[in-house]
């Protein structure tokens, strides 16, 4: 397999076996790789320079917690990427642990080449070089900061509710799928659970649309949904 970029990885695994496989390999491909078992070891990991990806067991520690593993990840590396292994299998947990924030999540027991790519391509979409600001008519959102803001006034998104806007965002004018959207945003099989597409719009026309006297979301009969008109604006 070829490597992405030689990175700094944190991998919480709370099965030894397994975490000295994962190890081998990622060394392998020139990672530099820190591991823990047990959420306590956290606190010995340096802050700097900044972790780029974190591949955590929910063994180790519980994920949308506010005294878990996840959070404290996410405050000290808040940059990094996050992939979760769990042997929880519903979809429910599924996209319970990805409006967490994860970036993707896979269920044990796993073939180790699939994690491996998986990390890979997380790494790239990271890495490639992106505007810093999308702007559509009055509407503003900033991809490093994730700020948003609708004539000037800041607007608070989830996790979850960002990167749909931002999906819909880089595609304005373009028609959107509830599957393409599951598959993109969520990313889960485009079949699986579409109806809370259906919710995170409603959520997202509250906070973007709403008191507006031009709605920027529109629902596409019989497809789906888009944002806007025919160009954006980047900054």
Avoid at 117 to 126: D, Y
Wanted: with cysteine.
């Amino acid at each position: 397999m070829v490597c992405v970029n030689a990175m700094r990885l944190l991998v919480a695994e709370a099965d030894a076996a397994l975490a000295d496989v994962l190890l081998a390999k990622l060394q392998q491909e020139s990672h530099s790789v820190h591991l823990i078992s047990e959420a306590s070891q956290l606190s010995g990991i340096r802050e700097s320079p900044a972790c780029d990806l974190v591949v955590l067991d929910t063994n180790v520690g519980a994920v949308g917690c506010n005294d878990g593993v996840f959070r404290a990840v996410q405050r000290r590396w808040p940059a990094a990427a996050v992939i979760v292994l769990s042997q929880e299998s519903s979809v429910e947990e599924r996209v319970r642990v990805l409006n967490a924030g994860a970036d993707d999540f896979l269920m044990k027991p796993f073939a180790v080449v699939e994690l491996l790519a998986r990390i890979n391509a997380v790494l790239r979409r990271r890495l490639r070089p992106v505007h810093d600001v999308l702007v559509f008519e009055d509407l503003e959102v900033n991809r490093v900061s994730h700020e948003v803001r609708r004539a000037g006034h800041a607007i608070d998104l989830s996790p979850k509710e960002y990167a749909l806007l931002e999906y819909l965002l880089r595609n304005p004018g373009q028609p959107a799928s509830r599957g393409d959207i599951i598959e993109q945003v969520w990313r889960m099989d485009g079949d699986s659970l579409t109806n809370v597409v259906d919710v995170y719009i409603n959520y997202l026309r509250r906070k973007i649309d709403s008191g507006s006297g031009r709605p920027l979301i529109r629902t596409v009969r019989g497809v789906g949904y888009q944002i806007g008109g025919n160009h954006v604006s980047r900054g």
